[in-house]
């Protein structure tokens, strides 16, 4: 049971280039959620998904875009990479987005993404 | 709006010392409430979960209470040791929101000296 699997650890991009943060998970995770974590900003939430096939956006989702074609799998893709694109972005699951209080969510190592 | 806050910022402890970290929030209507570790360049581990139905849980050394109706959360930390050290952060999921987003406080780094 690995977990959250993120993956690369660490990107450096040019501005205007694309790419895509693959996220993994073995729990058979329903929801799954992306946040960036910013200095003095906290951990923001980009997009989420309920399910395969339902994606939706958080708080901070311009520049990003998701898609959830398995349970267990939820990709983010940077469009075109911008300096304010520089953070690290952090992938999580939990078994529903909430539904009940006994619901953990787990975190991935992280990615840490700079734009140069 | 849904805003969590955690004091102190930072904290220097000697090893051995039992020490508290604070949360509140300003909303009472959660599901639950998680206390994560976050060690420098490393994603962040669960350490607890509480239910808002509620009022602690313990694991090992460390003890979490909730008391919803005033909007706060402790994180009980026993003989603290060195390998504790790390940033702590806590984290609610709103009620009312069906985007499963979780709010976190901005976190309260932790020293333990030898």
């Known amino acids: 049971n690995a977990g959250v699997t993120q993956t690369p650890k660490f990107q450096v991009l040019k501005t205007g280039q694309s790419m895509t943060l693959q996220c993994a998970q073995d729990?058979?995770?329903?929801?799954m959620s992306w946040y960036r974590q910013d200095p003095g900003m906290g951990l923001r939430l980009i997009h989420y998904s309920v399910g395969a096939g339902i994606t939706d956006q958080g708080e901070v989702p311009n520049g990003y875009n998701v898609s959830r074609s398995t349970t267990e799998d939820f990709p983010l893709r940077l469009l075109s990479a911008a300096p304010s694109q520089t953070s690290v972005y952090f992938c999580?699951?939990?078994?529903?987005?909430?539904?009940?209080?006994?619901?953990?969510?787990?975190f991935g190592e992280g990615s840490w993404l700079t734009v140069v | 709006k849904q805003e969590v806050t955690q004091i102190p910022a930072a904290l220097s402890v000697p090893e051995g010392e039992n020490l508290v970290l604070n949360c509140s929030f300003t909303d009472s209507a959660i599901y639950n409430l998680q206390w994560f570790r976050q060690d420098p360049g490393k994603g962040l581990t669960s350490l607890l979960l509480i239910q808002s139905s509620q009022r602690e849980q313990t694991s090992g050394r460390l003890n979490a209470s909730l008391d919803k109706s005033s909007g706060r959360s402790t994180l009980y930390i026993a003989a603290s040791q060195p390998g504790d050290s790390a940033t702590y952060l806590c984290?609610?999921?709103?009620?009312?929101?069906?985007?499963?987003?979780?709010?976190f406080g901005q976190g309260t780094t932790l020293q333990v000296k030898p």
């Open positions: 729990m058979n995770h329903e929801y």
């Open positions: 984290a609610v999921r709103k009620r009312s929101s069906n985007t499963g987003k979780l709010i």
């Open positions: 999580a699951s939990s078994y529903a987005a909430g539904g009940y209080g006994g619901n953990t969510i787990y």
